[in-house]
């Protein structure tokens, strides 16, 4: 539908206003069609202290993009809703809908499938189908918020896609989200996750320092982390967490390492150890993730008793380390850098 209109989850407040003038309209409109386009509305028609007259022009030349809810699963354990997302060109992305005791909290994806190949993820299997605009990565919340009826104040960029990968429209994203017009989501609310795409781990910490950076470690080791992570052949472990030092350095902010605990390959003794030795001094915390449900990959979890021995282990190394609260394991709703074997 109306494929070359402007679409309107995709402009920042300027160019809304540009686009108003443009339209012979006064710009101060725009502020209210901004926080209208941040309440979820599907329609210019639902603008309802905007007059008919401009709601039909925008009808005329502009559009609201769309997305369709294909599936959703709910977690019966814990309320996780996972989302399966027509796009207009028909591509499909997932997204995740988590409750905690601080909030509600989304994970989103960036990109529609993946190119960094990893091989516990299934949302990579196929490749990158294209990046997605940052009209979408706020369609997700929007649709999520629409469906659930509930608001959501964090977001993690971490299902499918390497948001690192989608550069600027992940930027335009952010700050579109945290306007405070519109949904006005805190910085600090927002957590990007990535597979360690070092120029752009620079470029961030200049471009959006007080958004928390997570990175998939999963092994402090080349050869397993290799093996896991392509990623690695070229920002191989010791280059990445120097650049993860600079990033601390620079911003004076803590990064989450992202570790995937699979049995006999990332939780052995040794592995630990080493992961002990190379964040040492880092400012960081280590977020453990216990893989229950394997299948397809070959790889098996450690389970929880594994990850919290684990967790005290780094502890006692100065390493904050926390396991990760499993949410929506009944309905597979791990986000794309975890989705070890969970197939689709
Ligand atoms: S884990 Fe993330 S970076 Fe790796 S293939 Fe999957 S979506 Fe891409």
Redesign the pocket.
Known sequence: MNGKLADFRELTLEEMQDFLVQMGEKPFRAKQIFAWVYRGVRSFDEMTDISKSLREKLDRQAKLGQMRILKMQTSKKDGTRKYLLELEDGNTIESVFMKYQYGNSICVSSQAG?R???RF?A??MDGLKRNLTAGEITGQILEAERDTGEPINHIVVMG???PFDNYENLLKFIRNIHRKEGKGISLRNITVST?GLIPRMRDFARDQRQVNLAV?LHSADNGVREEM?PVNRRYPVEELLQACREYTEETGRRITFEYALVHGKTDTDRQIRLLADKLRGTLCHVNLIPLNEVKETGLSGSGRARAREIAAFLEQQGIPATVRRELGADIQAAC??LRLGAGR
């Open positions: 993946c960094m190949g990893c993820c949302s990579g499918t896609g390497e597979c998939s992570m794309g850098q």
